[in-house]
C-alpha cells in the first residue's frame, strides 16, 4: 500500500482550508445540546492520542514493530475521529472567547497560535511519514519521524491545554 504524492497533497491542503472555511461561512442551525459535549471529547481525543504516540515511542525503540505499527494506526484513527468532531462542532457553534486578562492571555494566545501553525504543518509530516512506512523506506521514515513525533505530542497536547484554558469560558 502507498499514498500517492498527489494524495498527501490534497489532504494536506484540504484540511487547513475546510477548517478555515468553518470560520467564513454560516453555521448550521443545531441545537447546542447535541453539540456541547463535543470540545470536551476533542479534548479527549488529543490526550489519548498523545498516550498512543508516547505507547508507539516506547514500543518502536524496544523493537516491538507491530506493536508500534498498531498503535501508530490507532494514533491516525484517532486524529481522523478529532477531525471529524472538531469540523462538527465548529460548522454549529461559534467559537468562543477567551476570557482572560493580563500576562495569562498572551500565554493563552501563543498556545492557541501555536499550536494551530503546527497543526497545520503536521498534517502532510504525518502523511508522508506514513507514506515511508507503507513502502518500506524505514530509514527515510525514521529521519522525518524524529521531527513528526515532537511536533505531533506538541499538537496534541497543546490542544488540552487550549481546552483546559478557554473551558471556563464555554
Not at 484517532?78 to 495569562?104: P, Q
Not at 500565554?107 to 498534517?123: N, Q, T
Not at 529521519?143 to 505530542?153: D, E, G
Amino acid at each position: 500500500m502507498r499514498l500517492s504524492g498527489t494524495v498527501i497533497s490534497v489532504i494536506s491542503v484540504f484540511v487547513p482550508l475546510a477548517i478555515s472555511a468553518l470560520y467564513l461561512v454560516p453555521k448550521f442551525e443545531l441545537d447546542a445540546k447535541y453539540t456541547s459535549f463535543l470540545p470536551a471529547l476533542n479534548a479527549t481525543i488529543n490526550g489519548t492520542t498523545t498516550f498512543v504516540l508516547m505507547l508507539a515511542w516506547i514500543a518502536i525503540v524496544k523493537g516491538k514493530v507491530t506493536i508500534h505499527k498498531r498503535l501508530m494506526m490507532t494514533a491516525l484513527a484517532l486524529s481522523l475521529l478529532f477531525l471529524l468532531s472538531y469540523l462538527t462542532y465548529h460548522s454549529t457553534s461559534e467559537s468562543t472567547k477567551f476570557g482572560g486578562e493580563g500576562a495569562i492571555r498572551y500565554v493563552y494566545y501563543f498556545i492557541l497560535l501555536s499550536h494551530i501553525l503546527l497543526a497545520g504543518i503536521i498534517v502532510p509530516m504525518v502523511l508522508i511519514t506514513l507514506n515511508r512506512a507503507l513502502t518500506e523506506r524505514f530509514d527515510k521514515h525514521k529521519k522525518l519521524a524524529r521531527f513528526t513525533l515532537p511536533l505531533w505530542l506538541y499538537v496534541t497536547v497543546t490542544g488540552v491545554v487550549v481546552y483546559l484554558m478557554i473551558s471556563p469560558y464555554y
